[in-house]
């Protein structure tokens, strides 16, 4: 039986933003697309870049230490330096706040 995380109000995450939440062990980054919300580990996993101060564009973040591209919805590395994806997780919205499944 997976756990819910309740992360954060949606109205906290605009359209196009990323919001940087703190819950237990993990540091994550809500994204909202298009209305659509999406949580990835917020820690680059090319180096010490932090995802939720990157730059956002569409279904893409890049990342503000040296450039490296992650795509929000899949976690896959859409640009270099990165090689490894970063971590996805099940979100879901309910009663206006943001969750993740664990
Ligand atoms: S730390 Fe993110 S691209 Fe290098």
Redo the contacts with the bound molecule.
Sequence with gaps: MPSKIELCNASDVEVGAVLKVERDDLALAVFNVDGEFFVTDDH??????S?SE?FVDGDVVE??????QFNIKTGAVVGP??MVPIRTYPTVVEDGKVFIEL
Excluded: A, Q, V
């Design positions: 680059c996993t090319h180096g010490p870049g995802l990157g990342c503000n230490f040296h450039g490296g330096p990165c």
